[in-house]
C-alpha cells in the first residue's frame, strides 16, 4: 500500500517568504499526485495536480510543485507567501486507476505573519 | 466554491448507535468517494462507489458501508458506533475515474459519546 510523508507538520513565515512544503510518497507504480489546502472554516481545494509530461506544475495562487521521480517527492513551492495563504497544506497520491481513493499525507500547518 | 454539499453539518451520537451521512455530488460526476478525518490526521479514503457500485475500498471495516443513487448522489452508513468514529467524515465526487481529480464538500462532523 502506498503511503505519503510530510515532513513539516507547522511552519510559520513572515509575509513575502518564500515556502517550499516538503512531500515523499512510497509507490513504485505509475501515480497521480495532488496538493489540497483548506483555509480555515472552508473545505478542501485542489491547489494543483501531476499526471505526466512536465515535471513542474504550476496551480492556482501562485503555487507550483515539482515532482522528482527518483526522489518520490512532489515538493510545494511559493516564492513569496501572503497572510491569505494561512491553511491546512495536504500532499495526496492515486494510484490504480483511481479505485483505491487518495492517500493523503498528515498535513502542514502554515501561519503566515503579517 | 464546491458543488458537493453533505448533510448534516454536525451529529452527536452516542456509542453502539446508528448513523447515516449524505451528500449530493457535483453535477456530471459518475463517481463520489468518502474518507474520514480524524483531529491533525489527513483524509483516510474509507470507499468509493462509481455508477452505484462499490469499486473501490480502505482499510475500514464492514459496519462501514455506503449506497450510490442514480441520481449520483450518496449515502455513508455506520452502524455499531464507536467512540474513535468521532471524525470529520468528507464526500467527495469526480467525473474522470482514472486521474481521480476529487472535489471535496465541506463534512459532517460526527461526535460519538
Known amino acids: 500500500a502506498q503511503s505519503v510523508s510530510q515532513h513539516n507538520h507547522h511552519v510559520i513565515l513572515s509575509e513575502a517568504a518564500s515556502l517550499e512544503l516538503g512531500c515523499n510518497y512510497s509507490?513504485?507504480?505509475?501515480?497521480?499526485l495532488f496538493w489540497y489546502v483548506q483555509y480555515p472554516g472552508q473545505h478542501l481545494q485542489l491547489l494543483l495536480k501531476?499526471?505526466?509530461?512536465?515535471?513542474l506544475v504550476k496551480g492556482i495562487k501562485g503555487f507550483e510543485a515539482e515532482f522528482i521521480k527518483s526522489k518520490f517527492s512532489f515538493n510545494l513551492r511559493k516564492p513569496s507567501v501572503q497572510w491569505s495563504d494561512t491553511a491546512e497544506y495536504f500532499c495526496?497520491?492515486?494510484?490504480?486507476?483511481?479505485?483505491?481513493?487518495?492517500?493523503f499525507g498528515k498535513g502542514t500547518h502554515l501561519i503566515i505573519q503579517p | 466554491e464546491t458543488g458537493v454539499t453533505q448533510s448534516p453539518t454536525h451529529l452527536i451520537k452516542t456509542r453502539g448507535q446508528q448513523v447515516t451521512l449524505r451528500c449530493s455530488s457535483q453535477?456530471?460526476?459518475?463517481?463520489v468517494s468518502w474518507y474520514q478525518q480524524a483531529l491533525g490526521q489527513g483524509p483516510q479514503f474509507i470507499f468509493q462507489?462509481?455508477?452505484?457500485?462499490?469499486?473501490g475500498r480502505g482499510n475500514f471495516p464492514p459496519r462501514f458501508s455506503g449506497l450510490q443513487f442514480p441520481n449520483y448522489s450518496s449515502e455513508l452508513n455506520v452502524n455499531a458506533l464507536e467512540l474513535d468514529d468521532s471524525a470529520l467524515y468528507l464526500c467527495?465526487?469526480?467525473?474522470?475515474?482514472?486521474?481521480?481529480?476529487?472535489?471535496f464538500g465541506a463534512g459532517t462532523r460526527l461526535s460519538v459519546l
Open positions: 467527495a465526487s469526480s467525473f474522470d475515474i482514472g486521474k481521480n481529480i476529487q472535489y
Open positions: 509507490y513504485g507504480g505509475t501515480v497521480n
Open positions: 501531476y499526471f505526466s509530461g512536465d515535471p
Open positions: 495526496a497520491v492515486g494510484t490504480g486507476g483511481g479505485a483505491d481513493g487518495l492517500t
Open positions: 453535477s456530471g460526476h459518475n463517481t
Open positions: 462507489y462509481y455508477r452505484e457500485e462499490e469499486n
